[in-house]
């Protein structure tokens, strides 16, 4: 029962990690000028607006099946946006792509600064464990949406600042995603635990 539980923690860290993810995206956008995300309903943080069937639960589960219990992953529906009503036209895009990064690394530095000086006896294994899977993912959705490969974020950072990268990544978008997953984010587990190691002070 107790392992239930903490299952469903899991899965509730990882719900309100993208959630608040894809919130953040539209409250920069509005605070750029882009109502949209305000005008559709999602500038909230109930998780029933977000929710992407596939992303949100299947992928999830599936990830979490077949990792034996270790992993779980998953993604919100985005939230829209118009990048032409933006008053920022130059930076603007890249302000809102960085936005929900930078949310999943705040996320991640609260979550260890709580785990590194939680009192001593307060809490259990199981409070510890997630903690440290709260960083753990948070940093994991950092990074991981700073690839620049459509639809993720990394994408509007690189039509920013290398817009010939970007048409290329366009251009062999679906390819490139799953070449991204498969081989090239798992190189950087490294800098991810390393980064993790340095929040929680182990």
Known sequence: ??????????????????????????????????????????????????????????LPFVLYTISQGTFVFGYAKPVPYNPLNLRDQRYGPAKVAMAGPLTNLAIALLM????????????????????????????????????????LDGHWLALTFAPRLAYFFQRFGMILFFVLILFVFPLFSPLILRLFELIIGS
Request: proline share 6%; hydrophobic share 55%.
């Open 1 to 58: 029962m107790e392992s239930f539980i903490f299952i469903i923690f899991q899965v509730l860290v990882v719900l309100f990690s993208i959630v608040l993810h894809e919130v953040s995206h539209g409250v920069m956008a509005n605070s750029l000028g882009d109502p949209t995300a305000k005008v559709a309903g999602r500038l909230t943080l109930n998780p029933i607006k977000h929710l992407d069937f596939f992303g949100s639960i299947i």
């Open 112 to 151: 260890g600064m709580v785990l590194r000086f939680l009192p001593d006896g307060m809490g259990n294994a199981n409070t510890h464990a997630l903690l440290g899977y709260a960083v753990l993912i948070n940093l994991v959705l950092a990074v991981f949406n700073l690839m620049p490969v459509p639809p």
